[in-house]
T-cell receptor
Framework: EAQVTQNPRYLITVTGKKLTVTCSQN?????MSWYRQDPGLGLRQIYY???????DKGDVPEGYKVSRKEKRNFPLILESPSPNQTSLYFC????????????FGEGSRLTVL | GQQLNQSPQSMFIQEGEDVSMNCTSS?????WLWYKQEPGEGPVLLIA???AGELTSNGRLTAQFGITRKDSFLNISASRPSDVGIYFC??????????WGAGTKLIIKP
């Protein structure tokens, strides 16, 4: 089944404790992206990757890192999480060169205390 | 920068009613995408529009790419409880990254 898989789905952590949210897609998509969704603010892009080893900042990259060492994986790293990073995070991928028609993961709800 | 204005913000309707929502842009778009997000899930693509004036249907859903290329409409006919969710419009900016509307929340009155 074609899908985008995120882990963990739910996480409660404390300020400053490094964490990684993994994202994997099995559709051989070149493009991958991370979004955060907050009430009243809609979907905001954090980082995106047009292909392996190519990553770029989105609208809200501060406090986040990403890497794209393989085509299928695009982990989101929070080196020192803060409470303002409490949010619902989505990974998405697309087979076209740009964002095109995105396939989304089920989301990862992160709470930073 | 480019912005998408989506309206209405929310809709409370009776089951069986037709629904209409729209999205407008401050600048021209070459593609319009409509997504639906159900509670606890990620957005799912409903309809993609690539040509000004294009009208595309997907079951009870119909979307149109406005002739000015600055707007798009989504209609749902004979609404059902399964239509509940948040509907987002989106379009690519000059860097081919998607810009998103704030969403229209659809609620069906019991």
């Amino acid at each position: 089944e074609a899908q985008v898989t995120q882990n963990p789905r739910y996480l409660i952590t404390v300020t400053g404790k490094k964490l990684t949210v993994t994202c994997s897609q099995n559709m051989n998509h070149e493009y991958m992206s991370w979004y955060r969704q907050d009430p009243g603010l809609g979907l905001r892009q954090i980082y995106y990757s047009m292909n392996v080893e190519v990553t770029d900042k989105g609208d809200v990259p501060e406090g986040y890192k990403v890497s794209r060492k393989e085509k299928r994986n695009f982990p989101l790293i929070l080196e020192s999480p803060s409470p303002n990073q409490t949010s619902l995070y989505f990974c998405a991928s697309s087979f076209k060169g740009g964002p095109g028609e995105l396939f989304f993961g089920e989301g990862s709800r992160l709470t930073v205390l | 920068g480019q912005q998408l204005n989506q309206s209405p913000q929310s809709m409370f309707i009776q089951e069986g009613e037709d629904v209409s929502m729209n999205c407008t842009s401050s600048s021209i778009f070459n593609t319009w995408l409509w997504y639906k997000q159900e509670p606890g899930e990620g957005p799912v693509l409903l309809i993609a529009l690539y040509k000004a004036g294009e009208l595309t249907s997907n079951g009870r859903l119909t979307a149109q790419f406005g002739i000015t290329r600055k707007d798009s409409f989504l209609n749902i006919s004979a609404s059902r409880p399964s239509d509940v969710g948040i509907y987002f419009c989106a379009g690519p900016d000059s860097n081919y990254q998607l810009i998103w509307g704030a969403g229209t929340k659809l609620i069906i009155k019991p």
